[in-house]
């Protein structure tokens, strides 16, 4: 059974950096591509940004873009989040997924098909 495990959350000040990691293990794990979401308490899980492995395409949600960056390795079925510039509004739990499909939705939660357990990032002011 594939399993998702995220690494490298924390508590940092407001415009500082962390980096976040994901690795996956444990049977056959083949996907078009793999993403970051992140869940606020009493808000709704939210797409961060996604990488599709042909082209090593990049998506990002507006509110990260130019201040976090994704990257990964398909060989190695890994993908990692650099944030940086970190406001108080990016706390949350970060979630790594990864999809199968190439096309269709890739903001939508409901078009990966692997979760890590998430991650806690909270910044402070």
């Known amino acids: 059974q594939v399993q998702l495990v995220e690494s490298g959350g924390g508590l940092v000040q407001a415009g500082g950096s962390l980096r976040l990691s994901c690795a996956a293990s444990?049977?056959?794990?083949?996907?078009?591509?793999m993403g970051w979401f992140r869940q606020a308490p009493g808000k709704d899980r939210e797409f961060v940004a996604a990488?599709?492995?042909?082209?090593?395409?990049?998506y990002y949600a507006d509110s990260v873009k130019g201040r976090f960056t994704i990257s990964g390795d398909n060989a190695k079925n890994t993908v990692n989040l650099q944030m940086s510039s970190l406001k108080p509004e990016d706390t949350a739990v970060y979630y790594c997924?990864?999809?199968?499909?190439?096309?269709?939705?890739?903001?939508?939660?409901?078009?990966?098909?692997?979760w890590g357990q998430g991650t806690q990032v909270t910044v402070s002011s």
């Open positions: 990488i599709w492995w042909i082209g090593s395409r990049a």
């Open positions: 997924a990864g999809r199968a499909r190439v096309f269709g939705d890739w903001v939508a939660g409901s078009g990966y098909d692997y």
């Open positions: 444990g049977g056959t794990f083949r996907t078009a591509g």
